[in-house]
RNA sequence: GGGGCGGUAGCUCAAUUGGUUAGAGUACCGGCCUGUCACGCCGGUGGUUGCGGGUUCGAGUCCCGUCCGCCUCGCCA
């Protein structure tokens, strides 16, 4: 049989030293050949393992250029060859930065699979990180041949694979739930299909399997799984696509201690087994506190420069801003003053970069940003004047030092908390504050039901309208919805948040109270969620869930930032697959029979 | 929908105040080279300056429009 027809024995990356003598057949992509001239070239040979360097040379009688020789003379980049040889170890000198680097395979036999044209791109790490994406979009296939991109596809796969085993080893049934549904309001806008069959109408595609799972509850299904694709129409980020995966999960007879302990677990698994990194117990943090020390709903525990409130003091000067900010009411709340403690900013940040983040807080609201530096003997510059009489108290509950900056955050709660969480993380950048090396991770629960959007004047989830009130809440639903606290948590690593989920309501007066809060009615609600409600009446056993971003979860493991390094195949910001040139115009006859018709450009 | 940055050879970039035939590295092609591994040396091919319009004697450069990519605000139950 002829070298091409023959399978491999090894791959590029597992030969070493002790193979020595050992003929062996590799096959893979040529990574690059050097060429010393007639008697001897050097084939790198690639594959998902890694590389390994083949030598051709010629018989030591020289009897002419063998057919072996011509063809590996001829062999270009990215080429697909075969080739048989023995190992043994390096003639000149082993090569460190290889895995193989010990070895070589003195090349009898080569063979060409593929020819391959000359490759616009190559699979090169260092190439990439300063290519135009758009290029490697464009040839995903050759760049997702990196030895980067290799290695993050087969930690994702350890991630699924570990996820598949670890929950259903605990009994989880994993069950596929549909991708055509039925589009339901709340939420993110809706990728849509049209229904062939049903004229006029249309196909949703999930935002997550929420309804379903809970329906797999009531179906006795006791613990489901599943690792799902979800998609929702609105814009990407760096570390947001709108096709997306997550791990999900739903329990019956369970509550948020259980569901906080098991997927505790399974993140500390992930992170030793992945990453042989000891994740203590998680800590948890309630959302009010999350926001009045660092502004946000999943802070960064990496580094300080929390937050500190100063209604009290605020109120004992004359400052003009403090006393307005405090004195305004907005649905029922008194405007704040939070203050932040730069350690040494007095000197680390010059006038320029204290007005830049000026700028920077207006852009989310705050009126402005007054700030002041400490001085041995009092504070200097801006609003010093007006702090003067709260100095000693104010330097106690800051712990301010000579040096120090503050910055003072005078608004509305909301406004205040978004500002000054956004100068912090700013700040803790740009000051270098942040330990790359740590992971922070904590629980953040005792979210509010809901909040108020001013936009359509009417409560909305904060999570979704299943989540059910932290027990013994309920009775707030009625009386006061805005402070009504929900059973809802959401799992945050240095800021970034990886999983969130609750327990669900899984009774159906309650269910029904909720969506008359956020302005659903009772029509509409049967209409649009009828077969939930249906099913929380047919025997809907208490239950509640969560599910993981995996395409976040496997950045923070691969250590990118960019959501499309853990894709394989992922989208631009404008939805576009560069690849297969998606979203297309599609055939009048395609249309036809669908039974759309196109309106003009408007 | 708003804001910012970018688009010149396959790739990464340069091109003075608007001025000759748009250059370099790399890749690619050809030749040479028996221990390379970012191989080396010699020679060569390669351009709708994203696209369309305008100003000008003359546009990669200035103006208008548009497309695409990235970041971001809004949005993302």
Redesign the pocket.
Same mark, same amino acid.
């Given at each position: 049989m002829t070298l091409e027809h023959q399978r491999r024995t090894h791959r590029c990356g597992e030969l070493r030293e002790t193979d020595a003598g050992t003929e062996v057949v590799l096959a893979g992509w040529v990574d690059?050949t050097? +060429?010393?001239?007639?008697?001897?070239v050097?084939i +790198?040979l690639r594959d998902r393992s890694g590389i390994t360097?083949a030598?051709v040379?010629?018989t030591?009688d020289?009897d002419g250029e063998s057919e072996s020789m011509r063809i590996a003379r001829s062999l270009?980049?990215e080429d697909v060859v075969i080739l048989r040889g023995v190992v043994r170890p390096?003639?000149?000198?082993? $090569?460190p930065?290889?895995a193989t680097?010990g070895i #070589?395979i003195a090349a009898s036999e080569v063979a060409i699979l593929n020819r391959a044209d &000359?490759?616009?791109?190559?699979p090169d790490d260092e190439?990439a990180a300063?290519? +135009?994406?758009?290029?490697r979009?464009r040839n995903r296939h050759i760049d997702l041949r990196r030895p980067r991109m290799q290695s993050i596809l087969g930690l994702r796969s350890r991630v699924t694979r570990l996820a598949r085993e670890h929950f259903q080893d605990r009994g989880f049934l994993e069950v596929e739930t549909p991708l055509l549904i039925r589009s339901t309001p709340?939420?993110?806008?809706d990728f849509v299909v049209p229904a062939r069959l049903h004229r006029g109408e249309f196909y949703a595609l999930p935002?997550?399997p929420?309804l379903f799972k809970q329906i797999l509850m009531v179906a006795g299904c006791d613990r489901y799984m599943q690792i799902c694709r979800c998609l929702?129409d #609105? +814009?990407?980020?760096?570390d947001?696509q709108a096709e997306f995966s997550q791990i999900d999960l739903e329990l019956s007879f369970t509550d948020r201690d259980e569901v906080l302990e098991i997927v505790g677990g399974f993140v500390r698994r992930l992170w030793k087994e992945i990453l042989d990194v000891e994740v203590p117990e998680l800590v948890r943090m309630s959302w009010a506190d999350a926001m009045n020390r660092y502004g946000i709903d999943r802070p960064d525990l990496r580094f300080g420069l929390e937050l500190v409130d100063l209604d009290d003091l605020a109120a004992q000067t004359e400052f003009g801003v403090f006393r307005d900010a405090l004195a305004a009411e907005h649905r029922g709340r008194k405007g704040v003053v939070k203050a932040m403690r730069v350690p040494g900013g007095a000197a680390s940040l010059t006038r320029k970069q204290i007005d830049a983040l000026t700028e920077f807080a207006k852009?989310f609201g705050l009126g402005g940003l007054p700030t002041t530096k400490v001085a041995e003997q009092g504070f200097e510059t801006g609003i010093a004047k007006f702090l003067a009489p709260i100095e000693a108290p104010l330097r106690e509950r800051l712990g301010l030092e000579t040096g120090d900056l503050v910055v003072f955050g005078p608004g509305r709660w909301e406004t205040v908390c978004k500002a000054l969480g956004e100068v912090r993380l700013k700040l803790g950048r740009e000051l270098g504050q942040i330990d790359e090396s740590r992971w922070e991770f904590l629980w953040v629960v005792d979210f509010p039901m809901f909040e108020f959007d001013e936009d359509e004047e009417r409560w909305?989830?904060? &999570? &979704?309208?299943f989540t059910a009130p932290l027990p013994g809440q309920a009775p707030l639903l009625e009386s006061d919805p805005g402070n009504c606290l929900s059973a809802g948590y959401d799992l945050v690593v240095n800021g970034s948040e990886i999983a969130g989920g609750s327990i669900r309501i899984h009774q159906q007066a309650i269910q029904e109270k909720v969506f008359e809060l956020i302005g659903l009615s009772a029509e509409e609600a049967e209409s649009k969620f009828g077969f939930l409600l249906r099913a929380l009446r047919h025997g809907a056993p208490p239950h509640g869930g969560i599910a993981f971003g995996l395409d976040r979860l496997v950045m923070h493991l691969a250590g990118t930032e $960019?959501i499309?390094d853990v894709i394989a195949f992922p989208k631009?910001?404008?939805g576009?697959d560069?690849l297969c040139d998606a979203p297309s115009a599609i055939d009048a006859a395609q249309l036809k029979e669908l039974g759309i018709d196109l309106a003009g450009e408007s």
């Open positions: 690059v050097r +060429d010393q001239g007639r008697g001897l050097f +790198d360097q030598v040379e010629a030591p020289g270009r980049r390096r003639a000149g000198g082993a $090569n930065r290889l680097g #070589e &000359h490759p616009p791109i190559l190439e300063r290519m +135009d994406e758009e290029v979009l709340e939420g993110a806008r935002q997550s929420q929702r #609105e +814009d990407p980020r760096a947001r852009g909305v989830a904060l &999570h &979704h309208p $960019n499309r631009t910001q404008s576009g560069l």
